[in-house]
């Protein structure tokens, strides 16, 4: 007759001392620790002191509390739940994504548009490949896939000329990409978008902020990686996202990566508007994995519009570096183009408006390129 241990999941209160994952010194049983990879507990963490880590196992006070909280920790009540949906396991030694590359002829510029008229879109500059958010495949209202995409070629439903690719950037805000992971399963969702006939797919990530618990960066890295591998099972061109809150976490990756040669890593920078997360998380991060990974890997970037920082970005990557942004698409749509001198109202022709700020982010990456 099995045996059924129980689940392993970080330990409720945060108490590193009794969590399987720790790594720091003087846990109470040290053959507990099945996977060290966390150095402990968050200290900007803002739920560390929540109603259910307060109470007992057993008021219904924290139960309720539990549904309607945001993170995910050692104190819900559905923490197994949680962990059995991951695999039971924070760690990434599991996962493989296999010898996939990326698509011939991705250019190192991808403008990411809403989806409709891309023919219109490309008259001018017949792009080698054009991108589309999750948001525009898979509706944040009713967590379904837009009609439009079921059942036929995304080439077709974009009207892209033969040749050109095309790329699903999936990314979206939280509601988006939990709804995305809540229901891929009972949907099948990720089956049905593989039969779409995407050349490469961003895999969706899952956030790590400041003052979440600990617990929650880990299953959000963990989230982020299945999601890239059940897409690779799919049958599809899959880059992992890669979010990190400590210098651990690069760490992990890097030997992940040295582990499996995944085709590419990306890393979204979409949110990342102030200039104090720039400096203080960014910009360290991107100095470490650019030392740290294979200088052959590919680096997709999104979210990068500011000139500077795109130079900077091409200085640490250099010709392996591909940017991904919808800046140029958006901006149009008010007739607005990018320039060396950031946004200028020309009150231009939308399609113009496209071309000339594609074209010029384009030539940020040949220009920096050029002064390396």
């Known amino acids: 007759m099995p045996i059924n241990l129980p689940l392993l999941a970080p330990a409720a209160g945060c108490d590193c001392r009794r969590c399987p994952w720790y790594a720091g010194p003087d846990p109470v049983d040290a053959s507990a620790v099945i996977a060290p990879l966390c150095s402990g507990s968050n200290p900007d963490c803002s739920y560390c002191g929540c109603a259910r880590a307060e109470a007992t196992a057993t008021t219904a006070a924290g139960t309720d509390v539990c549904r309607t909280c945001p993170v995910r920790c050692g104190s819900r009540t559905d923490i197994g739940a949680w962990m059995a949906d991951v695999g039971g396991t924070l760690e990434f030694d599991d996962i493989d994504l296999g010898e996939r590359r990326l698509p011939a002829g991705l250019p190192r510029f991808v403008p990411q548009t809403d989806g409709s008229a891309v023919t219109t ?9 054009y991108g589309v958010g999750l948001r525009r495949v898979f509706s944040p209202d009713t967590a379904s896939l837009y009609r439009r995409f079921t059942d036929r070629d ?34 099948r969702l990720v089956e049905r978008i593989a039969a779409m006939g995407w050349d490469l797919v961003l895999a969706p990530n899952y956030s790590i902020f400041g003052n979440w618990p600990r617990a929650q960066h880990l299953l959000s890295m963990r989230m982020s990686l299945l999601i890239a591998d059940e897409f690779v099972n799919a049958g599809m061109n899959t880059v992992p996202n890669l979010y990190w809150y400590r210098l651990e976490d690069l760490r992990r990756w890097a030997a992940w990566v040295d582990d499996t040669d995944p085709p590419a890593v990306a890393i979204n920078l979409q949110t990342v508007r102030q200039d104090s997360d720039w400096q203080t998380w960014v910009l360290p991060g991107l100095h470490w994995l650019a030392e740290n990974l294979p200088a052959h890997l590919p680096v997709i970037i999104t979210g990068l519009s500011r000139a500077a920082r795109i130079d900077l970005a091409v200085e640490l990557f250099g010709s392996r570096l591909h940017l991904v942004s919808q800046n140029p698409h958006q901006f149009a749509l008010h007739g607005a183009v990018m320039t060396a001198g950031g946004r200028q109202d020309l009150h231009a022709r939308p399609v113009d408006a496209f071309t000339a700020s594609v074209t010029y982010m384009a030539s940020l990456l040949d220009t920096a390129e050029a002064r390396r």
């Open 154 to 187: 995304v080439h077709e439903v974009l009207g892209l000329r033969p040749g050109q690719l095309a790329v699903l950037v999936g990314y979206g805000l939280d509601p988006l990409v939990e709804a995305f992971w809540s229901r891929r399963r009972v949907d």
């Open 121 to 129: 879109w490309d008259a001018q500059l017949r792009w080698p490949a």
